[in-house]
Structure formats: structure tokens, C-alpha cells
């Protein structure tokens, strides 16, 4: 569907069609009946401006009558967000792709707290690409190379990659030395991610669905530099198997156990590094290869 309203600050209106049935009169009643008391004062002035609007653009007043199927656009308020002083670099551009190099503590797309401070929105703004969108994601802590698509027409088909397990990915963590850990190691488990929870939990028993290859690289006193392949694509994959390994990455806020860190807090960046991605294009056969810039830390032993 075709939002009524534009983008702003390159962020989409919110929608929400009214479900069939409920003890809604109004659609005032319904919205507010959405919202904790706190933040009432705040829809009545939205209606009042003319911010909640139907299909057409036209406004809807809290008193129109509730109509199940009725379609409300809005914009919804940005929580305040503290600037991530780190720039997003880019690798390359034309007019279907923007390949990026991530820096840590940028999340990919907008969530919870993190709008205007991701990559999507900024780069929405710095690249005067109202339709891009990212083809897959990087978590916050994790840097590196991340693929966006610039032409909503040719999304699909490089989505299908992604899909398809058609993209192959390498990534470089920084992690303890472990003793006996062989030169390779393929790390395979149950993985699922339980909404709420920070972790993911790892399934004793059950068909493994998440599956990584661990190469030591080099060791450097008490810490190795590892290269990661992960094989599927799920959430906090690579970070839980080396956790389970006994070697969790530097500075990981999530694993093995949960850490506090202070919003603003900049100084303890996790060392994971998405090094690179390869593919065959689908739009022309050509080889695609995007390597990472950026550089992990090693600790002080």
C-alpha cells in the first residue's frame, strides 16, 4: 500500500488497520485504549493537528465513528538517542546496491531505542536514497561489511541470496586462547531466540539448525584471532558457538553472561568483524567480493 504521508527524516509513517469486533465507538477510544495513560495528552494533540490520516490523506477527527478495515497513518515520536560518533563507510555504490562498512555500535535498521542512529537512516539521508533497505543485518556490536539494496525492483533478487545460503560470509573475532582447541572446529547446535530474552538458548538433543566452521588464526599471549564461517544465518550465531567453546569474544556485552553497559558508553567495543562477503550478482554473473576496512583490537597481555 501507498503510505498517504511522507517519509520523514527518512523514517516510513506507522500504520494500524482496526481489527473486526472490540468495544471501540470512536476511533479516539481505540487508539487511546493503545497507549498507556501517560502518553493520552499526547494523542489528543495529534488529533488535533491533523497527524492521524485515513488512506486519502484526509484527517481523522477522534470522534469518527469505529470502522473495522479503517487504515490510520501517523508518525510516530523518536525516543532521544545519543549520537554514535563513528561514520558509516562506503565501499561501494551503483544504482541497485550500497555496500557499507559498518562501525560497532551502529545498529543496522530501526529498533527499540536506536531510530535515527542506525545505518539505514542515516544513510537514507547521506545518500539521498529514500528506498534503500538492507538486504540482511548486523548485529549493533558486530562491525563490518553490510549490503543495502538501493532499488526496491531489484531487492528480491538479491534477497534470494540470502535465502538461498548463496552468499558466502567470513568474519574475524579476537576471543581467549583455549588450550587443545583444534586448528578447525565445526560448531553445530539447536539455536532459538525466545522474545524478551537477551541470549539465545542453545537446545540440547535437538536437529541442530545453526552451524559455523572456527579456524584459529593466530595466537597473540593470552588471546587468538579467529575466522568464523557461518554456514546459516541465525541470531547471535557465531557469538553463542564461541561461547560454548569456552572462548566468548572480547568485550561481548551477551555472552557468556548478560553485562550492563552504559548508554553513551563507547570505550569496549566487541571484536567482531564481519571481513567479508562474497556472491555472483544476480542481475549481471559478474563475482562480488567486499572486504572490510576496519581493523579489531587486540588486549594488552
Known sequence: MRP???RRLGLDPS???LPPGGPWSTVGDFVNARVPERQRERVAQMFATGEYVDDAGAAIAPETPYRPGLTIWFHRDLPDEIDVPFDV???YADDHLVVVDKPHFL????RGRHVRQTVLIRLREQLDLPDLSPLHRLDRDTA???LLAADPAVR????RLFQERQVAKSYLAVAPHRDGLAETV???SHLVKHRGVLQVQEVDGATPNAHTTVKYVAGYGNSALYRCVPHTGKTHQIRAHLASLGVPILNDPLYPRVVDRAPGDFTRPMQLLAESVRFTDPLTGAAREFRSRR???LPPD
Open 186 to 188: 565445526e560448531v553445530r
Open 295 to 297: 581493523r579489531l583490537s
Open 15 to 17: 500504520w494500524v488497520r
Open 107 to 110: 545498529a543496522t535498521m530501526p
Open 4 to 6: 498517504p504521508l511522507p
Open 89 to 91: 563507510d562506503v565501499l
Open 144 to 146: 563490518g561489511v553490510l
Open 156 to 159: 528480491g533478487a538479491y534477497q
